[in-house]
């Protein structure tokens, strides 16, 4: 554990301890908390901070970086398909069996990829958020793309669907329970039992899909 962790001062009532994804430990306390007060936290949750850090440090290893190079795999809708350099291409950038990069594209390769990817998320999105929308009578307003990298949707005040472009890459089961959590925030602006008891009416076995984006959320980033 640091030795002098980041301290984040606000008008908040308690102290929170919170363990960033590459491992690295961030306390938000109240203005008025001494650092007595956080020290003794921090002794208190001692070994839960170590665990945490250990956790966290651990899964960066599936964060390396990307290469664009022949073989590399990128995943899609839950399946990880090869990426294969060819010559000339237009698109640039297509998925057919693998994907297939123009070669003349190497240098732009990420933004390409990146571009692809988030014009697949807003047509599947907008399909499936479409049809649970119908069949279960939500009123949404907008659908919106994000780049959060930790957040895999969230559903605002005005009624806007937030959905992380990143999605797209996990399997179309869990892309139907990030949407259907989100579109039942339209109801249950909580994580109520009443909001669980609705998403369990639509997907009645939401508990696996959502324990399954929780162990392998981290797969799915880019670049």
């Known amino acids: 554990m640091p030795s ?127 049809f649970y929308a119908q069949k279960y009578d939500f009123d949404y307003a907008k659908i919106k793309l994000s780049s959060a990298r930790t957040r895999w949707g969230s559903c605002s005040s005005k009624g806007n669907l937030n959905l992380t472009w990143r999605l797209v890459m996990a399997p179309m089961k869990i892309v139907d329970y990030v949407i259907v959590h989100e579109l039942s925030h339209l109801r249950e602006h909580n994580h109520s039992k009443t909001f669980w008891a609705q998403v369990e009416a639509i997907l009645p076995d939401y508990k696996s899909r959502r324990k399954w984006l929780k162990g392998n959320g981290r797969r799915f980033h880019f670049p």
Do not use: C
């Open 4 to 130: 002098t962790p980041k301290i984040i001062r606000s008008k908040r009532k308690t102290i929170a301890l919170v363990i960033q994804p590459n491992g690295e430990l961030l306390i938000r306390a109240p203005k008025r908390a001494t650092r007595k007060q956080i020290d003794a936290m921090l002794k208190q949750h001692a070994n839960w901070i170590t665990k945490k850090q250990a956790k966290a440090k651990a899964a960066q290893i599936d964060f390396s970086p990307r290469q664009f190079v022949g073989g590399e795999e990128f995943p899609f809708l839950g399946e990880d398909y090869s990426l294969k350099i060819v010559k000339a291409k237009k698109p640039v950038l297509a998925l057919s069996g693998d994907f297939q990069l123009s070669e003349a594209s190497l240098g732009k390769a990420e933004s390409i990829f990146e571009r692809w990817y988030k014009g697949e998320a807003r047509a599947i999105f907008t399909e499936r958020v479409e």
